[in-house]
């Protein structure tokens, strides 16, 4: 599978707890994004990557959330202390610059489910 | 980005066209239009994106008025998988940041 890869795919946690997603994008893609999703929603952007740079970020992105892409492949999202209302779907996307299809198409991995208790 | 709007929900007969309408009135000349879907429980699914000439794809075809106010998604041969949520979006294609911005989209059911 060449597509974007999110894990873990499923985690339930308790108010308090810190967790961890991880996205690797489609090879030599070298745009990242985060998006959240909560039920009845529409994906609501959170950040973007171009190659390791972060260069854009929602105010929906609190302190307590971080993400990075450190050599610019995969990329992680953290949420510390996490709160019930960080329920909701993580969603990763990538992109390159310029595709074959004259534009910069955003492809979507599976999404990262998490629950907080 | 431009605002679309969507009907709210539509139904369609398995093996029937359906046709997913969408406005999009304050479109910029250098505005596409992109068309996703969602399938319960997995990520957004790219589907097609055209500027203003019809385009087609082994997914569906994509039908954009003269004057580019507004799209129809069409799927030839609805099957059951095909029910989802489908998000119609513009956005400008250029070497800059640009986000995809999701309204609420129409959720297609197909049914037997």
């Known amino acids: 599978d060449t597509g974007v890869s999110q894990n873990p795919r499923h985690k339930i946690t308790k108010r308090g707890q810190n967790v961890t997603f991880r996205c690797d994008p489609i090879s030599e893609h070298n745009r990242l994004y985060w998006y959240r999703q909560t039920l009845g929603q529409g994906p609501e952007f959170l950040t973007y990557?171009?190659?390791?740079?972060?260069?854009?970020k929602s105010r929906l992105l609190s302190d307590r959330f971080s993400a990075e892409r450190p050599k610019g492949s995969f990329s992680t999202l953290e949420i510390q202390r996490t709160e019930q209302g960080d329920s909701a779907m993580y969603l990763c996307?990538?992109?390159?610059?310029?595709?074959?299809?004259?534009?910069?198409?955003?492809?979507f991995g599976e999404g990262s489910w998490l629950t907080v208790v | 980005d431009a605002k679309t709007t969507q009907p709210p929900s539509m139904d369609c007969a398995e093996g029937r066209a359906a046709n997913l309408p969408c406005n999009h009135s304050?479109?910029?000349?250098?505005?596409?239009v992109y068309w996703y879907r969602q399938i319960h429980s997995q990520g957004p699914q790219y589907i097609i994106h055209g500027l203003k000439n019809n385009e087609t794809n082994e997914m569906a075809s994509l039908i954009i008025t003269e004057d580019r106010k507004s799209s129809t998604l069409i799927l030839p041969h609805a099957t059951l998988r095909d029910t989802a949520v489908y998000y119609c979006?513009?956005?400008?294609?250029?070497?800059?940041?640009?986000?995809?911005?999701f309204g609420t989209g129409t959720r297609l059911l197909v049914s037997p």
């Open positions: 304050t479109i910029s000349g250098n505005e596409y």
């Open positions: 979006i513009v956005r400008t294609l250029n070497t800059g940041f640009q986000k995809l911005v």
């Open positions: 990557f171009q190659n390791e740079a972060q260069l854009e």
């Open positions: 996307a990538s992109s390159v610059t310029r595709d074959g299809k004259g534009g910069n198409t955003i492809y």
